[in-house]
């Protein structure tokens, strides 16, 4: 069974500064994606990116970016130019393309604290 | 353009009560789920259907029941509410496009509390 690792419960971040939040995963499937989702104290579940496991070119979507490092099985976030309202616990998701069932896999999340 | 739409957002029920916990979708997605969400657990996978007239468990299945009579509606039964179901459920959906990168779309959340 697939599983997805978020070993950092709660990270901080200065305002304008980077950071990086980690997700590994587990599977022994070759077709795959990759998702990173925000949550805001809203509880709103919000797609931030998306990654293909057949792509080496990383995604980018403006401020967020990912390292995917399909052999590693691992997939971080880069937030450049932190602004609060990144505030928000992170999740890290992951569905098959193969088992014909199409389930959605989420880590345990990560807190992420702006500072002003 | 209203996406997938829960209700209740909250609700406060009593040790043995039942409840049904309301999702439906207007993007004619075929895969819908439900998840709980607890602290320091992330969110675990309580039944999905791919389709009208088919449901599977997921990860976390017991005390709950859902069925998929249309396109639209997934609503989450839950038989004899205990304190352990307490926590805050989501509704997401899905479309299938193999081959293509296709997100879960969430409803707002539920937050349910066993008393």
């Known amino acids: 069974a697939q599983t997805v690792t978020q070993s950092q419960p709660e990270m901080s971040v200065q305002e304008a500064e980077t950071v990086t939040l980690s997700c590994t995963y587990d599977t022994s499937e070759s077709d795959y994606y990759l998702f990173w989702y925000k949550q805001p104290p809203s509880r709103q579940m919000i797609l931030v990116i998306r990654?293909?496991?057949?792509?080496?070119q990383n995604a980018t979507e403006n401020r967020f970016s990912v390292n995917f490092q399909k052999a590693a099985k691992s997939f971080s976030l880069k937030i450049s130019d932190s602004q609060l309202g990144d505030a928000a616990m992170y999740f890290c998701?992951?569905?098959?393309?193969?088992?014909?069932?199409?389930?959605?896999?989420f880590g345990t999340g990560t807190r992420l604290k702006v500072l002003a | 353009n209203a996406g997938v739409t829960q209700t209740p957002k909250f609700q406060v029920l009593k040790t043995g009560q039942s409840m049904t916990l309301q999702c439906a979708q207007d993007m004619n997605h075929e895969y819908m789920s439900w998840y709980r969400q607890d602290p320091g657990m992330g969110l675990r996978l309580i039944h999905y259907?791919?389709?009208?007239?088919?449901?599977d468990q997921g990860e976390v299945p017991n005390g709950y029941n859902v069925s998929r009579s249309t396109t639209e509606d997934f609503p989450l039964r839950l038989l004899s509410a205990a304190p352990s179901q307490t926590s805050v459920y989501f509704c997401?959906?899905?479309?299938?496009?193999?081959?293509?990168?296709?997100?879960?779309?969430f409803g707002q959340g539920t937050r349910l509390t066993v008393v």
């Open positions: 997401a959906s899905s479309y299938f496009s193999r081959g293509v990168n296709t997100e879960a779309f």
């Open positions: 990654q293909e496991a057949y792509k080496q």
């Open positions: 998701a992951y569905r098959s393309e193969n088992s014909g069932t199409y389930k959605y896999i």
């Open positions: 259907s791919v389709g009208a007239g088919i449901t």
